[in-house]
Nanobody, 128 residues
Framework: QVHLGESGGGSVEPGNSLRLSCAASGRPLEIVAVAWFRQAPEKEREFVGYIFSSDGGAYVSNSAKGRFSISRDSARNTYYLHMTKLEPEDTAVYYC?????????????????????WGQGTQLLVSS
């Protein structure tokens, strides 16, 4: 079992940067990949990006490319979503998710069904 806890959300003005954290506990060494999703008010949950646990290889969605990046601190079992040039449209609840199944991840790396562990989410509000 893997437990995830997000932190770092809050309220920021447009154009600013923010880093979200996702701390993994339980059996973090079993994690194959960690992804970030977000859900804006009255919208479906959206894939933001993922990072492959073993080598740190990361991928972000086209909508996030150029502004968002993902990294990890293996010693701390913590994963990060680095966000820059924030826009009001980035307002959402941000979730981190993890999987311990390579097959699930490989078949659904950019979809919710690719991940079987989820955090509670952290709220980000981008507003002036």
């Amino acid at each position: 079992q893997v437990h995830l806890g997000e932190s770092g959300g809050g309220s920021v003005e447009p154009g600013n940067s923010l880093r979200l954290s996702c701390a993994a506990s339980g059996r973090p060494l079993e994690i194959v990949a960690v992804a970030w999703f977000r859900q804006a008010p009255e919208k479906e949950r959206e894939f933001v990006g993922y990072i492959f646990s073993s080598d740190g290889g990361a991928y972000v969605s086209n909508s996030a490319k150029g502004r968002f990046s993902i990294s990890r601190d293996s010693a701390r079992n913590t994963y990060y979503l680095h966000m820059t040039k924030l826009e009001p449209e980035d307002t959402a609840v941000y979730y981190c998710a993890a999987t311990d199944s390579y097959d699930d991840w490989r078949s659904s790396a950019t979809k919710e069904e690719g991940y079987n562990f989820w955090g509670q989410g952290t709220q980000l509000l981008v507003s002036s």
